[in-house]
T-cell receptor, first 113, second 112 residues
Framework: DTGVSQNPRHKITKRGQNVTFRCDPI?????LYWYRQTLGQGPEFLTY????????KSRLLSDRFSAERPKGSFSTLEIQRTEQGDSAMYLC???????????FGQGTRLTVV | KQEVTQIPAALSVPEGENLVLNCSFT??????LQWFRQDPGKGLTSLLL???SQREQTSGRLNASLDKSSGRSTLYIAASQPGDSATYLC???????????WGAGTKLIIKP
C-alpha cells in the first residue's frame, strides 16, 4: 500500500461546472476525512466518514458539496456549480479508529476560473 | 471552540542551529496533538503524534512536547538542515468530535 491517493492532482474548471475528486485511503483504515486548505492557512475540516457512514459535516460544506464513501472504501467529493471561492487544495486523510495518526494524500488543487 | 495558534508565522535560521516551533491551543480537552510538515503545493506529512496522556515524542532529530494544562506544544528540531525547510503545522484532535483543528503553520527556512 503506497498511502493515501488522491485524483486528480490538479483540476481547472470554469465557474458553474461540476467537479468530482476521488480519494483512496490506506486499505485497512476505517476513518476518512476531507479538508480544504487555502493559501497560507491551515486546513479546514469538511467532513468525516467512519466506514461508509458520514458521521460529521462542517458548516463549510454547503448544499453544493456532497461526499460519499460507498462500501467504506474510496471516497468522492463532488462540488456542483463551482464558484471562484471554491478554489483551494482539497485534502483527504485516513486513519484507524482510536487514537492514531492521520495520514494525508497529496491533495487535489482546484482552480475555478 | 478550540483555537490553535502557531508562533512565529515564519522563521529563518542558519543551517546547523537548533530551533523550537510553538503551538498553543485554547481547550485542553484533546485526544492528541500532531505535528505535520508541508512542502510547497504538496500534501501533509505526519511527523509526530502525542497522545493526551503523553508528555513528549521523539523521532530522529525531532522532539515534540505537550503540556495539556497550559495548552502548549513545542517542536524541537536539532541540527537543522536545508532539507528541513517547509511549513510546519500542528493540529489537535478534540475529545468530542475527532476533527483535527489546525494552526496556520510556521514557515521555516534553513539557510545553507
Amino acid at each position: 500500500d503506497t498511502g493515501v491517493s488522491q485524483n486528480p492532482r490538479h483540476k481547472i474548471t470554469k465557474r458553474g461546472q461540476n467537479v468530482t475528486f476521488r480519494c483512496d485511503p490506506i486499505s485497512e483504515h476505517n476513518r476518512l476525512y476531507w479538508y480544504r486548505q487555502t493559501l497560507g492557512q491551515g486546513p479546514e475540516f469538511l467532513t468525516y466518514f467512519q466506514n461508509e457512514a458520514q458521521l460529521e459535516k462542517s458548516r463549510l460544506l454547503s448544499d453544493r458539496f456532497s461526499a460519499e464513501r460507498p462500501k467504506g472504501s474510496f471516497s468522492t467529493l463532488e462540488i456542483q456549480r463551482t464558484e471562484q471561492g471554491d478554489s483551494a487544495m482539497y485534502l483527504c486523510a485516513s486513519s484507524l479508529i482510536g487514537n492514531t495518526e492521520a495520514f494525508f494524500g497529496q491533495g487535489t488543487r482546484l482552480t475555478v476560473v | 471552540k478550540q483555537e490553535v495558534t502557531q508562533i512565529p508565522a515564519a522563521l529563518s535560521v542558519p543551517e546547523g542551529e537548533n530551533l523550537v516551533l510553538n503551538c498553543s491551543f485554547t481547550d485542553s480537552a484533546i485526544y492528541n496533538l500532531q505535528w505535520f510538515r508541508q512542502d510547497p503545493g504538496k500534501g501533509l506529512t505526519s511527523l509526530l503524534l502525542i497522545q493526551s496522556s503523553q508528555r513528549e515524542q521523539t523521532s530522529g532529530r525531532l522532539n515534540a512536547s505537550l503540556d495539556k494544562s497550559s495548552g502548549r506544544s513545542t517542536l524541537y528540531i536539532a541540527a537543522s538542515q536545508p532539507g528541513d525547510s517547509a511549513t510546519y503545522l500542528c493540529a489537535v484532535e478534540n475529545d468530542s468530535n475527532y476533527q483535527l483543528i489546525w494552526g496556520a503553520g510556521t514557515k521555516l527556512i534553513i539557510k545553507p
